[in-house]
């Protein structure tokens, strides 16, 4: 998929989840004023049932009554004795209850005829949380208002609609978190997709080669003065025998990754000298590396040296890291192995002054197909597949391998495998 079309899905998909996150919020806002709408309602209608109530208990307005001639507009709020703010707040109970609002709150009597009151009021006015009851007919002549402070209105809101809150929050969460997965996996497959059109590239290049001069050494062979001087024959027959070797060990190699992943593979475990299968690897590389200018230094300082581990397998893992700080050293190689023990097992260390890399490569230097450019797509051969199989020998064994780097630098390769 182009990236281009990428981008566009990606705007696509963001864009309409914006548009419907924006319109749950604009239904939620709609929803919980609707609800402050019904409480204020519901107050209402509390207010008229309260204040009539207060009509018919002449006992308890008799008691406010008093309170209010003997306050002579002195104080705003009204005191009241323990006895009659339980009936006044029994009362309230029962209405608030009728009317199906169950919230905490706190009330107090005000004279209206106090000089303060006409502030007071306003600020009423600007505050959601009190609702005033009008008492002027109950307590005739004195004027007096009952204040209802809700210590909390937002837990009728929740208590109303929590669920309705909570589902579209975990929806949009939901709708969110799957965009990202799909944008992830749609940007995860794009990259497999340049990776693997790239491994095509540099097989079809690596293979080119073998195969040409197979086909070159066998037109050579078909000709009669070629077929006359035994020497020729030999020589042509060996390029022919050494290029079919090469193919077969790229093919070997890419069908053995494949099976790896599979995990349809059995490691054949013995008991090995890890210093032996690094030096049976540097034997294997030693000459690329001289021929080079290089050098392989060993600093083999573990004591404990056996581990069980499959020998093919690990001597194949010792030889690619070694073939990578090879290729990777565009001057004279100087490739250093280390060891040492840990109570749990043997660490390798194999550092070089290759070119390095930068931490956004270094994430990726373990996957399938991953080459580190150096310019030229063709200047370092191979598929990618090495470092791949690297990762997956040393997780099959139980072990773990770290990579530190710096670009211009070189770069250090730190192999950890536990005793059996």
């Not at 390029?239 to 053995?256: A, M």
Request: hydrophobic share 40%; proline share 1%.
């Amino acid at each position: 998929m182009k990236k281009k079309r990428i981008i566009l899905i990606i705007i696509t998909s963001a864009l309409s989840l914006l548009g419907l996150v924006l319109m749950q919020i604009s239904w939620i806002k709609h929803a919980v004023e609707l609800r402050e709408s019904q409480l204020k309602h519901r107050l209402t209608l509390a207010s008229y049932r309260i204040s009539h109530k207060f009509s018919k208990d002449s006992l308890l307005r008799q008691h406010i009554k008093n309170e209010i001639l003997a306050n002579k507009a002195k104080n705003m709020t009204i005191a009241l004795n323990n006895i009659q703010k339980a009936k006044v707040d029994s009362l309230l109970m029962s209405e608030f209850r009728f009317h199906q609002i169950e919230l905490a709150y706190k009330f107090a009597f005000f004279d209206k005829d106090h000089q303060n009151y006409a502030k007071n009021c306003f600020d009423i006015k600007n505050n959601k949380n009190t609702h005033g009851i009008c008492l002027d007919r109950s307590f005739k002549p004195q004027k007096v208002e009952l204040q209802v402070t809700f210590l909390n209105p937002n837990e009728y809101i929740f208590a109303q609609m929590g669920g309705m809150l909570l589902g579209s929050v975990l929806l949009i969460g939901l709708v969110i978190l799957c965009l990202c997965m799909t944008i992830y996996t749609i940007w995860q497959q794009k990259k497999m997709s340049e990776m693997t059109a790239d491994f095509i590239n540099n097989m079809t290049h690596e293979l080119k080669t073998p195969i040409s001069t197979i086909a070159l050494a066998s037109n050579m062979l078909r000709k009669n003065k070629v077929l006359d001087d035994q020497q020729k024959i030999t020589h042509f027959s060996d390029i022919i025998y050494q290029e079919n070797q090469k193919l077969q060990l790229q093919v070997e190699q890419v069908l053995r990754i494949a099976k790896l992943e599979r995990g349809d593979f059995q490691l054949q475990k013995v008991e090995a000298n890890i210093h032996q299968i690094i030096q049976n690897a540097i034997n294997t590389l030693d000459l690329q590396v001289k021929s080079k200018g290089g050098q392989i230094r060993c600093s083999l300082q573990a004591l404990n040296t056996n581990i069980k581990a499959d020998i093919t397998h690990l001597t194949n893992v010792i030889s690619n890291l070694l073939d990578n700080a090879n290729k990777y050293t565009p001057k004279k190689p100087d490739i250093q192995i280390s060891t040492h023990n840990r109570q749990d097992g043997v660490v390798i260390s194999i550092q070089d002054n290759g070119i390095g890399m930068s931490k956004d490569k270094q994430k990726h230097i373990f996957e399938k197909f991953y080459r580190v450019a150096t310019g030229n797509v063709h200047d370092v051969k191979g598929f990618g597949l090495g470092l791949a199989y690297v990762k997956l020998m040393v997780d099959a064994h139980k072990g773990h391998i770290a990579l530190e780097s710096e670009l211009g630098k070189g770069s250090t390769f730190e192999l950890f495998l536990p005793f059996a």
